[in-house]
């Protein structure tokens, strides 16, 4: 129970520090040094596990989509939109991705159930992130930018895990070792396309630095992905994929009791509808796949 714990705060303070980070360095360059420094810590469990092998670079191709999808894009995405979010309301909108992940299971796999019950959980649940945007205030108090990259976030490595099921499933790859592969390929591409002009900006402002390099990075990234293997092992993937009701809750609290962000009693309920959604399409059918976790 505390291994569970600890890794729904850890997702849950991601994103005050991808706002800290914000200020002083680009998305692109958030998202390049937290898989860096996440990496690390999963290489090393890794090795520790021996779970690499030469014959795993035959699905080299696969590693690539899903660096793509459950890294890269996932991760920048993330963070461009908590630039434009406040910390808290960023953090309750990451409560849609077992949403995503339904609605792309439901579509590109036929042994995905659709019933009227699991439906009624996507509506409860998108009617939340809904209430979070507000599309009908003109004042435009949340960045309707902000919130869809949020969503294409949330969708993207939604998409990553009906991905995994259908193609890496069964080739009985170590859960430590897809995830370096992953994150490796990831490393590559932002290193392909970041730009580093003004990256070293982050070292004058230290709460950013650290709150990047060992929150968001060691912690946020690389522990987490080990706490999360330690908890299917323990637990089974199921109850492991119930961390992510948690991390929505922590960001808002976070945000509003930590850093005076403002909060609404809408925004409550908001995070209270998509998870009830998500307890909904729990109830209607299977879980949508949990590996690789979300953030």
């Not at 709150?211 to 089974?236: C, D, H, M, R, S």
Request: glycine letters at 12%; aromatic letters at 12%; charged letters at 10%.
């Amino acid at each position: 129970m505390g291994a569970f714990v600890a890794l729904g705060v850890i997702w849950g303070s991601n994103f005050i520090f991808m706002k800290w980070a914000a200020e002083t360095i680009r998305p692109g360059q958030i998202t390049l040094l937290r898989v860096l420094f996440g990496l690390l810590p999963v290489l090393a469990y890794g090795a520790a596990r021996g779970v690499f092998r030469r014959g795993h670079v035959r699905y080299a191709h696969h590693y690539l989509v899903m660096a793509v999808l459950a890294t890269s894009l996932y991760y920048f995405a993330f963070a461009a939109g908590t630039a434009r979010l406040p910390s808290g309301i960023a953090g309750a909108l990451s409560g849609a991705i077992p949403l995503f992940s339904f609605v792309a299971a439901a579509v590109f796999l036929r042994s995905e159930r659709v019933t009227a019950l699991r439906l009624l959980g996507v509506l409860v649940g998108f009617s939340g992130v809904v209430l979070i945007a507000r599309p009908w205030e003109a004042s435009g108090a949340v960045d309707p930018v902000g919130v869809g990259l949020m969503l294409l976030g949330s969708a993207s490595v939604g998409l990553s895990f009906v991905y995994a099921k259908r193609f890496l499933s069964g080739l009985a790859i170590p859960a430590a070792a897809l995830t370096t592969y992953q994150m490796g390929f990831g490393l590559l591409v932002l290193l392909a396309v970041t730009r580093f002009d003004g990256v070293t900006e982050i070292v004058h402002d230290r709460r950013a630095l650290v709150g990047l390099v060992v929150g968001l990075g060691l912690l946020g990234t690389g522990v987490a992905y080990i706490l999360y293997y330690f908890i299917v092992e323990e637990l089974g993937a199921v109850t492991a994929s119930g961390a992510t009701y948690i991390p929505p809750v922590v960001a808002l609290a976070i945000g509003w009791l930590a850093v005076g962000e403002p909060l609404v009693w809408w925004d409550g309920l908001a995070v209270f509808l998509i998870l009830v959604g998500v307890v909904i399409l729990r109830i209607g059918g299977r879980p949508a796949p949990a590996t690789p976790p979300p953030t």
